[in-house]
C-alpha cells in the first residue's frame, strides 16, 4: 500500500526526517542528505522530487537525470571520503518515495564485507562535526 504524501517525511520534511539526517542541498531532480547516523562515515540519501513515484517508472529523461544525481553524489563521497567501496541501496516497501541510500564503506570500518545496516544507531555526531561532513561534501560537489 503507498504512503500518502500527507504521512511522507520526505514530502512533509516532519520531524521524522529531521531526527534522521539534514538536508544538504537540491540537485538536479533531487534533495541530497546526511545520515545523522554516521557508522558509515559520509552516508547520504539522494531523494526524487516527486512522490510516489517508483524506478521503472520514470521516463527515460527523469530516470537519466535522477541516476545522475546518485552519480554525482557517489563521486562527491569518494572524492570526500576515499571510501573502500559505496554501497548503493533503493529499498521502499513502507515509504512510497523514490530515493538512493549511498553507503561508502571502509575495509577497517564498520560493517564491511556485509550488508549495510540501516540504522545501526553507533555513531552520532556532535552539530559542528556534521557541518564539517557537509561542507567537506559540498567542497567536491
Same mark, same amino acid.
Given at each position: 500500500?503507498?504512503?500518502?504524501? %500527507?504521512?511522507?517525511?520526505?514530502? +512533509? ?13 537540491? /540537485? ?30 520514470? %521516463?527515460?529523461? +527523469? ?13 562527491? !563521497? ?16 513502507? /515509504? ?37 561532513? !557537509? ?7
Amino acid at each position: 500500500m503507498p504512503t500518502p504524501v %500527507s504521512e511522507c517525511l520526505y514530502c +512533509q520534511e516532519n520531524e521524522t526526517l529531521h531526527n534522521l539526517m539534514i538536508k544538504i542541498t537540491d /540537485l538536479k531532480v533531487s534533495q541530497l542528505f546526511l545520515f545523522k547516523e554516521q557508522s558509515y562515515t559520509g552516508r547520504l540519501n539522494v531523494v526524487y522530487k516527486d512522490h510516489g513515484v517508483e524506478f521503472h517508472e520514470l %521516463s527515460d529523461e +527523469q530516470r537519466n537525470a535522477f541516476m545522475d544525481d546518485v552519480n554525482t553524489t557517489a563521486n562527491a !563521497i569518494a572524492k570526500a571520503f576515499n571510501p573502500d567501496k559505496i554501497n548503493y541501496g533503493a529499498f521502499s516497501d513502507k /515509504l512510497s518515495h523514490l530515493h538512493f541510500h549511498i553507503v561508502p564503506k571502509y575495509a577497517d570500518g564498520y560493517g564491511f564485507g556485509n550488508v549495510f545496516e540501516m540504522n545501526p544507531n553507533k555513531t552520532l555526531l556532535s552539530d559542528a562535526e556534521y557541518d564539517a561532513l !557537509i561542507e567537506k561534501i559540498k567542497a567536491v560537489l
